[in-house]
């Protein structure tokens, strides 16, 4: 199975637990630069009612971006959810957009590490100058 993907062919009615890793390839694939690593777990549970599907979502764990202050590696966890209806018009629902999106905006604004003594302090040394 494509990650991401629920094929509703055989889909059966009510709830179905799915469950997928989000790491680097798949931040590749929409050509994110920002983030250089990627831990992430997964899981959806997705109601079948038959005309409409309900998903619900979590996103949990970690990805690495570069500190916006020194430049090193920077571990920052994301626990996320979210919650769509979806109108299907094919054969499958893919959950790649919706998941890239709300990892994106679960980021925090400025990229820093907490302490600033966790900086690389030979690039800070050039800042301060």
């Known amino acids: ?14 709830k179905t637990e799915f469950s997928w890793r989000a790491d680097h390839e798949f931040f590749e694939k929409f050509d994110n630069s920002e983030i250089l690593d990627a831990d ?8 079948n009612h038959g005309v409409t599907i309900d998903v619900e979502c979590t996103i949990d764990g970690t990805v690495t971006v570069p500190c916006d202050r020194c430049l ?6 994301v ?3 979210f919650s769509e209806t979806y109108v ?11 998941v890239y ?17 966790d900086c ?10």
Request: glycine letters at 4%; proline letters at 6%.
């Open 120 to 129: 690389n302090q030979e690039t800070l040394k050039y800042l301060s100058k």
């Open 1 to 14: 199975m494509q990650p991401f993907i629920v094929k509703l062919i055989g889909l059966a009615s009510g």
């Open 79 to 81: 626990e996320t959810e």
């Open 72 to 77: 090193d590696d920077l571990q920052i966890p």
């Open 88 to 98: 299907p018009e094919g054969d499958d629902i893919d959950l790649s957009q919706d």
């Open 101 to 117: 999106d709300f990892v994106c905006i679960a980021l925090p604004m400025q990229r820093v590490h907490e302490n600033e003594e």
């Open 40 to 47: 992430l777990e997964v899981n959806a549970l997705v109601t």
